[in-house]
Each structure stands twice: as structure tokens, then as C-alpha cells.
């Protein structure tokens, strides 16, 4: 089946310590995305790519990074500078074409600070 | 600009009641309007979708109508569910595959 794999389910960062969080999808999707979600509260864009070698940034893109090498994957890495990092972390998917098409999400990866 | 208000929860109701979750929205352009679902621990998944005004979405039971004149998707399902226990989410899809997600209603069935 097709899908979206976003591992590790739970990840622990160190003070200092950068991280990533990965994503796969086997959908043939050109769009991915990412999303921070902190409780009570819905989701915030961190970074989007429409193609391979190309991502722009969204609305809360200080203290993290991606990158697009290949259509499949879009690995996400949660820096240092990112102060306040515990969240659960969604990656998403789509097609990209005129009419919006709907997103297809991972499981996500919930990230907390040791 | 675009956005998407969703009303608060939590929502609780018995097995078998009436579900309103109220969404309503601002847009430029044409928008297309969703809602996802979250259980615990999971991410989002497409509910129903709507691309154009006075256009239904359904699936499983609920049903949400596009409405221009009102920028409103209300969900509604006429009897839920214990299983239906979950977060939903309206969302907003517009001009270059920008999304605009509310801020979730949590829904408890009760049996």
C-alpha cells in the first residue's frame, strides 16, 4: 500500500544537539511538507517542496531545515537554535496541481528534550 | 488572507446523538475545504472534501456542504458513534497548494 512512513515514532533530544526526523513516501507525490502540532493548537507549516532540489520556507522556519535530494523524501532536521522544540512533528504529501489536492499524512514523530 | 476558525472544544455527546462542528472561513480565490481526523498518537486523515460551492462531501456518516455566501463548512453527522471519538480538523486549500488548518475540535462519544 501506499503511504507516507515518518520514523522514529519518539525521538530525545540533548540540550545543543541537532536531529532528524525522517519521511518516505511511496505515493508518487511532487509536494511534501512539514508541520509542527503542540497540543490544544493545530498545525504550523515549518517548510514545504514542490520539487526535488527545491523547498521554501513557512511560517515558523527558524531553527530548523530540510532538504529534497530525491522525490521520495523530505528529512527534516530540528537545530540546535530551535529553543523549544517538543512538539509532535507531521510530514505530509500531496499532488501539485491547479486545484489543491488533499494532503496525505504520516504518523508522526513526537520529539521531547532530555 | 486566508484562514479557518473551527469551534472550540471539547465536545462531548452519547452514542447516537446529532454532531455540528462549525468551521467557517476566510479566503481569496477559490479555495478547496476539508476535514481531517486525528486519533490519538496518529496524523491527520482526509475525511471529505469539497472543491467548489454548494458541493457535499461525505464519507462514513458525515457530511459537510460547501457554502459561499455563508464562508462556512459545518461538519454534521445525524448519529455518532463512540468510535467517531476523535480530533477533527477543518482545513483551507487554496492557490499553489497553500493549506490553512483550524485548531481542531476534540469530539468524546460516550456510550
Known amino acids: 500500500d501506499g503511504g507516507i512512513t515518518q520514523s522514529p515514532k519518539y525521538l530525545f533530544r540533548k540540550e545543543g544537539q541537532n536531529v532528524t526526523l525522517s519521511c518516505e513516501q511511496n505515493?508518487?507525490?511532487?509536494?511534501m511538507y512539514w508541520y509542527r502540532q503542540d497540543p490544544g493548537q493545530g498545525l504550523r507549516l515549518i517548510y514545504y517542496?514542490?520539487?526535488?532540489?527545491?523547498?521554501q520556507k513557512g511560517d515558523i522556519a527558524e531553527g530548523y531545515s530540510v532538504s529534497r535530494e530525491k522525490k521520495e523524501s523530505f528529512p527534516l532536521t530540528v537545530t540546535s537554535a530551535q529553543k523549544n522544540p517538543t512538539a509532535f512533528y507531521l510530514c505530509?504529501?500531496?499532488?501539485?496541481?491547479?486545484?489543491?489536492?488533499?494532503?496525505?499524512f504520516g504518523d508522526g514523530t513526537r520529539l521531547s528534550i532530555l | 488572507g486566508n484562514s479557518v476558525t473551527q469551534m472550540e472544544g471539547p465536545v462531548t455527546l452519547s452514542e447516537e446523538a446529532f454532531l455540528t462542528i462549525n468551521c467557517t472561513y476566510t479566503?481569496?480565490?477559490?479555495?478547496?475545504l476539508f476535514w481531517y481526523v486525528q486519533y490519538p498518537g496518529e496524523g491527520l486523515q482526509l475525511l471529505l472534501k469539497?472543491?467548489?460551492?454548494?458541493d457535499k462531501g461525505s464519507n462514513k456518516g458525515f457530511e459537510a456542504t460547501y457554502r459561499k455566501e455563508t464562508t462556512s463548512f459545518h461538519l454534521e453527522k445525524g448519529s455518532v458513534q463512540v468510535s467517531d471519538s476523535a480530533v477533527y480538523f477543518c482545513?483551507?486549500?487554496?492557490?499553489?497548494?497553500?493549506?490553512?488548518f483550524g485548531t481542531g475540535t476534540s469530539l468524546t462519544v460516550i456510550p
Open positions: 505530509a504529501s500531496s499532488i501539485w496541481g491547479q486545484v489543491p489536492e488533499p494532503q496525505h
Open positions: 505515493l508518487n507525490h511532487d509536494a
Open positions: 517542496s514542490q520539487i526535488v532540489n527545491d523547498f
Open positions: 479566503a481569496t480565490g477559490y479555495p478547496s
Open positions: 469539497a472543491t467548489k460551492a454548494d
Open positions: 482545513a483551507l486549500g487554496n492557490t499553489g497548494n497553500q493549506f490553512y
